[in-house]
Nanobody, 115 residues
Framework: QVRLVESGGGSVQAGDSLRLSCVTS????????MAWFRQAPGKEREFVAA????????DYAASVKDRFTISKNNGKNTVTLQMDSLKPEDTAVYYC????????WGQGTQVTVSS
C-alpha cells in the first residue's frame, strides 16, 4: 500500500528558504519517477519538479528553476525539495507523488510566503 507523508512547510518571508520532505512507503524510489506538485488557492494543481529513478533526469517548472532543488534518498525512502529565494507566488500546498500516479495523494504541506 502506497503512503506519502509530506512535511516541512511553514510561513516565511520572501527570500527565505524551506526544505520539504516526503517520506514514502510502498514505493521503490530506485525504480520510480517521483515529483513535487503544488496547488495554490483557487488554482489547479501544478507540476514543480521531477526526478528519475537513477537521479540522472531532473526537471523543473520554469517558475522555480534555479531556486528549487529536488533530491531523494532511496535508502531512507525520502524525496526532498529544497526551496530557496521564496516568493509570495510560491504560496501553495505542496505534494509529492510518483509519476504516473494512481490518484492517491498525501495530505500535503502548506507553504506560505509573505512579502
Amino acid at each position: 500500500q502506497v503512503r506519502l507523508v509530506e512535511s516541512g512547510g511553514g510561513s516565511v518571508q520572501a527570500g527565505d528558504s524551506l526544505r520539504l520532505s516526503c517520506v514514502t512507503s510502498g514505493i521503490s524510489l530506485s525504480t520510480t519517477y517521483m515529483a513535487w506538485f503544488r496547488q495554490a488557492p483557487g488554482k489547479e494543481r501544478e507540476f514543480v519538479a521531477a526526478i528519475s529513478p537513477s537521479d540522472v533526469y531532473i526537471d523543473y517548472a520554469a517558475s522555480v528553476k534555479d531556486r528549487f532543488t529536488i533530491s531523494k534518498n532511496n535508502g531512507k525512502n525520502t524525496v526532498t525539495l529544497q526551496m530557496d529565494s521564496l516568493k509570495p507566488e510560491d504560496t501553495a500546498v505542496y505534494y509529492c507523488n510518483r509519476v504516473p500516479n494512481s490518484g492517491y495523494w498525501g495530505q500535503g504541506t502548506q507553504v506560505t510566503v509573505s512579502s
